[in-house]
């Protein structure tokens, strides 16, 4: 990590989250933290997990899912995050 372009935007991933009785589709929102304010320098914070139910159509499942695996989740897609020659001034 490290671009300065990956700081304080929301970033989405899609995922399928499986339980014992279902398989969601969902999206997952995070943001890079820069370390402005209280905020401490390249941490990750979990925005929100959304999933669609028909019927209901998009619903927040953030407060029921396993905090622990969305976090690892995060740093996988963190990780595999796009270079842009642009965030370092390579030309």
């Given at each position: 990590?490290?671009?300065?372009?990956?700081y304080?935007?929301?970033?989405?991933?899609?995922?399928?989250?499986?339980?014992?009785?279902?398989?969601?589709?969902?999206?997952?929102?995070?943001?890079?933290?820069a370390?402005?304010?209280?905020?401490?320098r390249q941490?990750?914070e979990?925005?929100?997990?959304?999933?669609?139910?028909?019927?209901?159509?998009?619903v927040?499942?953030?407060?029921?899912?396993?905090?622990?695996?969305?976090?690892?989740?995060?740093?996988?897609?963190a990780?595999?995050?796009?270079?842009?020659?642009?965030?370092?001034?390579?030309?």
């Amino acid at each position: 990590m490290g671009v300065a372009s990956l700081y304080d935007r929301v970033h989405t991933f899609d995922c399928e989250l499986d339980a014992d009785f279902i398989t969601l589709d969902c999206q997952v929102s995070y943001r890079i933290n820069a370390g402005d304010g209280d905020a401490e320098r390249q941490t990750f914070e979990l925005v929100k997990v959304m999933t669609h139910i028909a019927g209901s159509g998009e619903v927040n499942i953030t407060p029921i899912i396993n905090f622990d695996y969305i976090m690892d989740l995060i740093e996988d897609d963190a990780a595999e995050a796009d270079y842009h020659w642009t965030d370092h001034g390579d030309v």
